[in-house]
């Protein structure tokens, strides 16, 4: 296993506080990460979050309500972290009521797309997948279509957890989503703010594979589409990520197997991650949550980075956990 001078000397976790969920990205040689807003220890909640905290509750968890709005952190080194706070937040997003997370963004055309899911939406209810735009990649961001993208429950898949992806063959720009074990792909618009039909005219294209939860992230690599997604539940120690290979990307999508997942000497509840690719060195890196070994509340997750390694064959390496 690679044990070079390539790899930086982070310390996992990379930023203070509870995150989750983060979303990486690499604009130019700068290294920014969107993450979920996992939870706030009791001395740091303003009046406004413990209002949020009152309104509403989400199965008991009343963490949950505490999500009103994003922070971002940008690196160039993937050692050293700028902290951006509130680059959106849930003033800026009248349908927004209680929850924001998950978010996945990209540049096109020299603007800045922010997708996130809101109020873990559930049939007839207002809720789902929203698209924000910025001019820079702090924002602020601003609700761009005033309702959400995708609000209904279609093939089963809850409308959460959207990683958009440019397919550099096509040139198409796809979203993957879905919770509840359910995964859709849609294809975006050239201003990535509506949905627009396949060649065969459908709209939304099921494509889960065997063990499939939430989290779906897609990684063009050698000509080959990687699709890997999170399995197990999100508040339990068995949360993980799993991969399959296609030669496009609709699938068939075979499970080949796990490639991060608990280690009990270092953490457990490894998963919703995405993956970046190091400029300088051509290495790829996992960017991922997880949760310390001195923590057991579903919301505790912090977020962590790790070296993710291809086999020669293509097939990647099971990833080893660093830190604590």
């Known amino acids: 296993m690679y044990k070079g001078p390539k790899v930086p000397k982070w310390e996992n976790p990379i930023i203070p506080g509870?995150?989750?969920?983060?979303?990486?990205?690499?604009?130019?040689?700068?290294?920014?990460?969107?993450?979920?807003?996992?939870?706030?220890?009791?001395?740091?909640?303003?009046?406004?979050?413990?209002?949020?905290?009152?309104?509403?509750?989400?199965?008991?968890?009343?963490?949950?309500?505490?999500?009103?709005?994003?922070?971002?952190?940008?690196?160039?080194?993937?050692?050293?972290?700028?902290?951006?706070?509130e680059v959106l937040h849930k003033r800026d997003v009248k349908w927004a009521e209680f929850a924001m997370w998950a978010p996945s963004v990209i540049r096109k055309d020299g603007k800045y797309y922010f997708f996130f899911g809101a109020n873990d939406v559930h049939e007839g209810e207002v809720g789902g997948i929203g698209v924000a735009i910025a001019a820079r990649p702090e924002g602020p961001y601003r609700d761009a279509i005033g309702e959400p993208l995708i609000s209904h429950i279609v093939n089963g898949a809850q409308p959460i957890d959207q990683f958009v992806f440019h397919d550099p063959v096509s040139g198409d720009y796809l979203m993957y989503y879905g919770g509840w074990q359910h995964c859709n792909v849609v294809r975006l618009t050239n201003d990535l703010?509506?949905?627009?039909?396949?060649?065969?005219?459908?709209?939304?294209k099921e494509i889960t594979p065997?063990?499939?939860?939430?989290?779906?992230?897609?990684?063009?690599?050698?000509?080959?589409?990687?699709?890997?997604?999170?399995?197990?539940?999100?508040?339990?120690?068995?949360?993980?990520?799993?991969?399959?290979?296609?030669?496009?990307?609709?699938?068939?999508?075979?499970?080949?197997?796990?490639?991060?997942?608990?280690?009990m000497d270092v953490a457990t509840g490894a998963g919703h991650h995405s993956v970046v690719q190091n400029p300088k060195t051509g290495d790829y890196y996992i960017i991922y949550h997880r949760r310390p070994l001195d923590r057991t509340g579903?919301?505790?997750?912090?977020?962590?980075?790790?070296?993710?390694?291809?086999?020669?064959?293509?097939?990647?390496?099971?990833?080893?956990?660093t830190g604590k």
């Open 18 to 85: 509870f995150y989750a969920d983060p979303e990486g990205i690499m604009y130019g040689d700068t290294c920014w990460i969107f993450p979920t807003l996992s939870w706030l220890e009791g001395e740091d909640l303003t009046q406004e979050y413990k209002a949020d905290w009152d309104r509403k509750t989400i199965a008991g968890n009343t963490d949950f309500n505490l999500q009103t709005h994003f922070d971002a952190f940008s690196s160039t080194d993937f050692v050293h972290w700028t902290k951006h706070s």
């Open 210 to 263: 065997a063990n499939y939860v939430e989290g779906p992230f897609m990684l063009y690599r050698d000509g080959r589409y990687y699709f890997m997604w999170s399995e197990g539940g999100w508040g339990g120690p068995d949360y993980s990520v799993a991969y399959a290979i296609s030669d496009n990307p609709f699938g068939p999508f075979e499970r080949i197997g796990k490639i991060l997942q608990l280690d």
């Open 298 to 321: 579903v919301s505790e997750r912090r977020t962590c980075i790790d070296l993710l390694e291809f086999n020669p064959d293509g097939t990647i390496h099971p990833v080893q956990m």
């Open 193 to 204: 703010l509506h949905l627009q039909p396949f060649a065969d005219g459908e709209v939304y």
